[in-house]
């Protein structure tokens, strides 16, 4: 009895431990089911901005310090005029150049605008992978391509300014307004994320 047990235990431990391993193996996501979801109709024309860039949907790190090698991807400072990037776990602080130009106008716009103040940015560049890694503690992350898998595409919290988290509805009018009048000016495309707390920016390619 004891010999049974003790075989039943010790098959229980290798197949506990070879699933452990598999699963670390595997990649975090499955392309061709990612590729098969639909954008809407409101989201359509971020992923087409995104696409003008010459960017291949970034997959993992590798291909983000292919485009940072190349000098296509740029660095974005934790601070800077009008805004403050938080910590980031699941993307990364590198955009091209564009997203990199608009982020700080639009941080100087806002200064302007508040006399000082400071919006959050939230989130930033994302992989495929760390896409994968937000969906296992937020089931509202995308479950299709995001924006963010190209570098062009940004999150700015409405909930957060001056490194404060409070609701602040004149902030966010002040912010609101900044993203309007890019918009109009036909620089970016944004969408206000309610289960995220935070708009959405994702750059053109003017």
């Not at 039943?8 to 391993?21: E, G, K, P």
């Not at 970034?58 to 974005?76: A, E, M, N, P, R």
């Not at 989130?123 to 089931?139: F, K, M, Y």
């Amino acid at each position: 009895m004891g010999r049974v047990f003790c075989t039943i235990l010790v098959s229980f431990t290798f197949n506990f431990h070879y699933s452990q391993a598999a699963k670390k193996v595997l990649p975090c996501h499955d392309l061709a089911e990612v590729l098969k979801v639909e954008p809407t109709a409101l989201y359509k024309p971020h992923l087409d901005a995104s696409k003008s860039f010459g960017v291949k949907l970034l997959k993992d790190s590798k291909t983000v310090q292919k485009y940072i090698s190349s000098g296509k991807f740029h660095k974005i400072k934790k601070t800077g005029k009008g805004y403050r990037v938080q910590k980031l776990d699941y993307s990364r602080a590198w955009m091209v150049s564009k997203g990199k130009l608009m982020l700080e106008k639009m941080g100087a716009r806002f200064s302007k605008e508040t006399k000082g103040h400071t919006f959050t940015v939230s989130s930033i560049t994302r992989t495929l992978e760390d896409q994968c890694r937000l969906r296992r503690v937020n089931s509202n992350a995308s479950l299709g391509i995001s924006s963010h898998n190209y570098g062009n595409s940004f999150d700015i919290s409405y909930v957060r300014f001056n490194d404060v988290l409070k609701y602040n509805p004149k902030m966010e009018a002040a912010l609101e307004k900044v993203l309007k009048y890019y918009y109009n000016l036909g620089r970016i495309y944004y969408i206000k994320e309610k289960q995220q707390s935070c708009y959405h920016i994702t750059v053109r390619n003017y």
